[in-house]
Nanobody, 114 residues
Framework: QVQLVESGGGLVQPGGSLRLSCAAS????????MRWYRQAPGKERELVAA????????NYADSVKGRFTASRDNAKKSVYLQMNSLRPEDTAVYYC???????WGQGTQVTVSS
């Protein structure tokens, strides 16, 4: 019954910004850490960011550190990924993940191209 629904992907120019959203349902959202992953064609799925249940601590992959910011709004049962200074190598399908339930969102495509 756990469901994660992502939105916000699209086409953006290098140096631009995009904000991804993930709406959660079917569990007590405020009790659990959440993660963002991404996967480019032919590549391994990569952990991008993690955020604690209260949103008071975050961790990022070195490749996105300083450019991406994870946040959450527990009242809205949503987690977000603000992506700034986007590069072509950020192009991938981005997934929301609830590790305690091993539950994935459907993924949203992010394409960074001029």
């Amino acid at each position: 019954q756990v469901q994660l629904v992502e939105s916000g992907g699209g086409l953006v120019q290098p140096g631009g910004s995009l904000r991804l959203s993930c709406a959660a349902s079917g569990f007590f959202f405020s009790s659990y850490t959440m993660r963002w992953y991404r996967q480019a064609p032919g590549k391994e799925r990569e952990l991008v960011a993690a955020i604690t249940s209260a949103g008071d601590s975050t961790n990022y992959a070195d490749s996105v550190k300083g450019r991406f910011t994870a946040s959450r709004d527990n009242a809205k049962k949503s987690v977000y990924l603000q992506m700034n200074s986007l590069r072509p190598e950020d192009t991938a399908v981005y997934y929301c993940y609830a590790p305690h339930f091993a539950s994935w969102g459907q993924g949203t495509q992010v394409t960074v191209s001029s």
